[in-house]
């Protein structure tokens, strides 16, 4: 609103709010250390801060509708699942800040299963001692032990090895929350579904009516969408499982370690040798990457039993829903046959209506024809002739009746 201003006499017109920049969020970020704060973070920087391209975020924007997908990249994962649109790090969680109770309760069950698994597995410094232990190294990476052990110039032939249950490493910590949390929604709403349907199915068998059409109707539209969401989870698993490369992108953890360990190996090199030794040097290195990549892209057991554990799970609800689809089916069909036998209870009355109605119309003609005005001596007769012509055409259209009834039935076009 403009003011005026008393001693100069000019209008000010206040400026307007200082707008968000572009694309600006608030984010929850839960760490490695169970720690979770709420941050503003703009487009562009989660995308340094990940090393996602734009279209991977579009993914996780609530206004647009993707369908459900796990995505693999190089220093990050992308997870959207049901009501979870997150992305994990090998450090942290970051997902839009959200008021659903579903979000609410994934990020206690978060943030749970970090503490109670630990700290992560530690990593190397670009400056410290290059000698590791067996149970330091990360989760499911028995290579990165030996090609250490080779750039140091120790073996580990003669200590003891530590021998403990591996800690994942902290991205599958998460991704287990996230598929447990997309997968007990989808299992209480089958579960819900179910309760709600078979009564519904049964009570439809007993008494056909309007309403109970309508609650089926509406039962079968939530059971379409609920089997086409969890057969898009199922597929994706799937599509994980089949292959080996997007499930190595998701060791983000050892390929952190690889890319510390290859860096510091090229600073160590460049120090100690000369140009042609350096060279020769650069060669060897790049086949100790080649060999870590190699190791990376075929040490997928972890994870694949992990996709695997949950994949029977989706598994088992897309039956679950495959079995309640089989049951609305067969109560379709015996409806449909109920309606056809009422139909055909209401044909064959159709029919001896119509019977009756014809061998009436014989009995008018009759009438008929002695209703003419033309004298003969029938009317001059007694009233024993008038009973015994009536009693006689009644008599005539029964037996005709009958008749045409037991010609039906030896004919089989009856069921009586």
């Given at each position: 609103?403009?003011?005026?201003?008393?001693?100069?006499?000019?209008?000010?017109?206040?400026?307007?709010?200082?707008?968000?920049?572009?694309?600006?969020?608030?984010?929850?970020?839960?760490?490695?250390?169970?720690?979770?704060?709420?941050?503003?973070?703009?487009?562009?920087?989660?995308?340094?801060?990940?090393?996602?391209?734009?279209?991977?975020?579009?993914?996780?924007?609530?206004?647009?509708?993707?369908?459900?997908?796990?995505?693999?990249?190089?220093?990050?994962?992308?997870i959207n699942l049901e009501h979870i649109k997150a992305i994990i790090t090998a450090k942290e969680v970051l997902m839009i800040n959200s008021t659903s109770p579903?979000?609410?309760?994934?990020?206690?069950?978060?943030?749970?299963?970090?503490?109670?698994?630990?700290?992560?597995?530690?990593?190397?410094?670009?400056?410290?001692?290059?000698?590791?232990?067996?149970?330091?190294?990360?989760?499911?990476?028995?290579?990165?032990?030996?090609?250490?052990?080779?750039?140091?110039?120790?073996?580990?032939?003669?200590?003891?090895?530590?021998?403990?249950?591996?800690?994942?490493?902290?991205?599958?910590?998460?991704?287990?929350?996230?598929?447990?949390?997309?997968?007990?929604?989808?299992?209480?709403?089958?579960?819900?579904?179910?309760?709600?349907?078979y009564p519904a199915l049964d009570e439809l068998t007993s008494k056909i009516s309007t309403l109970n059409l309508e609650r089926v109707r509406q039962i079968k539209?939530?059971?379409?969408?609920?089997?086409?969401?969890?057969?898009?989870?199922?597929?994706?698993?799937?599509?994980?499982?089949?292959?080996?490369?997007?499930?190595?992108?998701?060791?983000?953890?050892?390929?952190?370690?690889?890319?510390?360990?290859?860096?510091?190996?090229?600073?160590?090199?460049?120090?100690?040798?000369?140009?042609?030794?350096?060279?020769?040097?650069?060669?060897?290195?790049?086949?100790?990457?080649?060999?870590?990549?190699?190791?990376?892209?075929?040490?997928?057991?972890?994870?694949?039993?992990?996709?695997?554990?949950?994949?029977v799970q989706i598994d088992g609800i897309l039956q679950k829903l495959s079995d309640m689809s089989e049951y609305v089916d067969d109560t379709e069909d015996c409806?449909?046959?109920?309606?056809?036998?009422?139909?055909?209870?209401?044909?064959?009355?159709?029919?001896?209506?119509?019977?009756?109605?014809?061998?009436?119309?014989?009995?008018?003609?009759?009438?008929?024809?002695?209703?003419?005005?033309?004298?003969?001596?029938?009317?001059?007769?007694?009233?024993?002739?008038?009973?015994?012509?009536?009693?006689?055409?009644?008599?005539?259209?029964?037996?005709?009746?009958?008749?045409?009834?037991?010609?039906?039935?030896?004919?089989?076009?009856?069921?009586?």
């Amino acid at each position: 609103m403009a003011v005026a201003d008393e001693e100069t006499g000019k209008i000010q017109i206040p400026a307007p709010p200082r707008r968000k920049g572009i694309g600006v969020r608030t984010w929850v970020v839960v760490s490695e250390l169970d720690q979770s704060l709420l941050e503003e973070v703009g487009k562009h920087s989660i995308m340094r801060r990940t090393g996602l391209p734009t279209r991977d975020l579009r993914v996780l924007d609530p206004v647009l509708s993707y369908p459900s997908s796990i995505l693999g990249r190089e220093r990050a994962i992308v997870i959207n699942l049901e009501h979870i649109k997150a992305i994990i790090t090998a450090k942290e969680v970051l997902m839009i800040n959200s008021t659903s109770p579903l979000v609410i309760q994934f990020l206690q069950d978060l943030r749970h299963r970090i503490s109670r698994s630990g700290p992560a597995p530690p990593q190397p410094s670009m400056e410290g001692d290059m000698e590791y232990h067996a149970d330091e190294v990360p989760w499911g990476s028995p290579s990165l032990q030996e090609h250490t052990e080779l750039k140091d110039g120790n073996t580990m032939m003669g200590e003891p090895v530590a021998t403990g249950p591996k800690v994942p490493s902290f991205e599958f910590r998460a991704l287990e929350a996230c598929l447990e949390s997309a997968c007990r929604c989808l299992e209480s709403e089958t579960q819900m579904l179910q309760e709600e349907a078979y009564p519904a199915l049964d009570e439809l068998t007993s008494k056909i009516s309007t309403l109970n059409l309508e609650r089926v109707r509406q039962i079968k539209s939530q059971l379409v969408a609920i089997s086409g969401r969890v057969q898009k989870v199922r597929d994706e698993l799937e599509h994980l499982l089949d292959d080996d490369n997007d499930m190595a992108e998701m060791y983000l953890t050892e390929k952190l370690v690889a890319r510390s360990m290859a860096q510091s190996s090229r600073e160590g090199a460049y120090n100690a040798e000369n140009e042609v030794d350096d060279k020769r040097s650069e060669e060897s290195k790049s086949d100790d990457s080649s060999e870590i990549s190699t190791s990376l892209k075929l040490n997928i057991e972890e994870l694949e039993m992990l996709l695997e554990a949950y994949f029977v799970q989706i598994d088992g609800i897309l039956q679950k829903l495959s079995d309640m689809s089989e049951y609305v089916d067969d109560t379709e069909d015996c409806i449909n046959i109920m309606l056809d036998d009422k139909q055909n209870q209401l044909l064959e009355m159709g029919v001896m209506l119509s019977t009756a109605n014809m061998i009436l119309n014989a009995g008018i003609v009759v009438v008929g024809l002695f209703g003419m005005n033309i004298g003969i001596s029938l009317f001059d007769g007694q009233p024993t002739q008038f009973w015994a012509t009536v009693c006689g055409t009644v008599g005539g259209c029964v037996a005709l009746y009958l008749c045409a009834i037991g010609w039906g039935k030896k004919k089989n076009l009856l069921a009586l």
